[in-house]
């Protein structure tokens, strides 16, 4: 994906458009899991997406607010972000293995270095630094998200 062709804001919407996706995702996966252990793991996940959903709005907010030149967006436009979004995080839509914890979490971590690789490069992409920091806040707590699921995982595995 070529991070140039958006700005700083489209990409803070991305990112919270991201969580909104990750949430819904594990969600839906929760529904179809036949497993009660997984049901709480996807149900858990859910929720930090949420957390995260709401931090990922509160840091794009204060973006937009020292630039208030920040665009609005139509319904075109969030289609579009959404649809990029789509790309980044889950992108093969809901497969199986929802009663697999290990499977479960395989695919959440896959889908956090996705994450971790376009905050990463939206950072460096940037010219404004305030939005460089705030990128970097982002890629900061998704490592600390990654590193929570690879414990996680290496419990299962023990």
Known sequence: MNV???????????AAEMERRGGEYYRR????????EAVDMLLFLAEDEA????????????????RPDAPE?????????????????FPGGLMHGFDSPQAILEGAIESEKD?????????????????????RE???QERGHLNQLTQMLSRIDA
């Open 4 to 14: 140039h062709s958006f700005n700083d804001i489209e990409g803070l919407r991305i």
């Open 51 to 66: 957390r995260h959903l709401a931090e990922f709005e509160k840091l794009a907010r204060r973006v937009a607010q020292e």
């Open 138 to 140: 982002i890629e900061r």
């Open 73 to 89: 967006y139509d319904a075109d436009t969030n289609a579009y972000l959404s649809a990029i979004a789509a790309e980044i995080v």
């Open 115 to 135: 994450s971790i690789l376009f905050y990463s490069a939206l950072a460096s992409a940037t010219q404004d630094e305030n939005s460089r920091v705030v990128f």
């Open 29 to 36: 996966a929760a529904k179809l899991s036949h497993s009660p």
